[in-house]
């Protein structure tokens, strides 16, 4: 499986933001997928997921209500749309799958190269 992570850029706080991940070389549609997401000098954490159908989302709490995860199975795509973005929010965001729906990063066998998201002030 290889994941294409799209959509990062340069915006201003307050501003909206939709990054997708692409998935190729097989279907991903009975995998959770994930976002995470890592800042400069700082670990890779959790920002959210969603099950292999949809029905169930997981969201950091510093993303809650700004953020929202969700799935094309029919794109083998998933998408975050994140709103209300802080200069907090940058880092380099990763998308991964191949697992159950999970916090951890081990959980997952496959990783996007990551999309840099910058949140100016």
């Known amino acids: 499986v290889q994941l294409q992570a799209s959509g990062g850029g340069l915006v201003q706080a307050g501003g909206s933001l939709r990054l997708s991940c692409a998935a190729s070389?097989?279907?991903?549609?009975?995998?959770?997928m994930a976002w995470f997401r890592q800042a400069p000098g700082k670990e890779r954490e959790f920002v959210s997921a969603i099950n292999w159908n949809g029905g169930v989302t997981n969201y950091a709490d510093s993303v809650k209500g700004r953020f929202t995860v969700s799935r094309d199975n029919a794109k083998n795509t998933v998408y975050l749309q994140m709103n209300s973005l802080i200069p907090e929010d940058t880092a380099a965001y990763y998308c991964?799958?191949?697992?159950?729906?999970?916090?951890?990063?081990?959980?997952?066998?496959?990783w996007g190269q990551g999309t840099l998201v910058t949140v100016s002030s």
């Open positions: 991964a799958t191949g697992g159950r729906s999970s916090t951890t990063a081990r959980t997952y066998n496959y």
């Open positions: 070389g097989r279907t991903v549609s009975t995998y959770a």
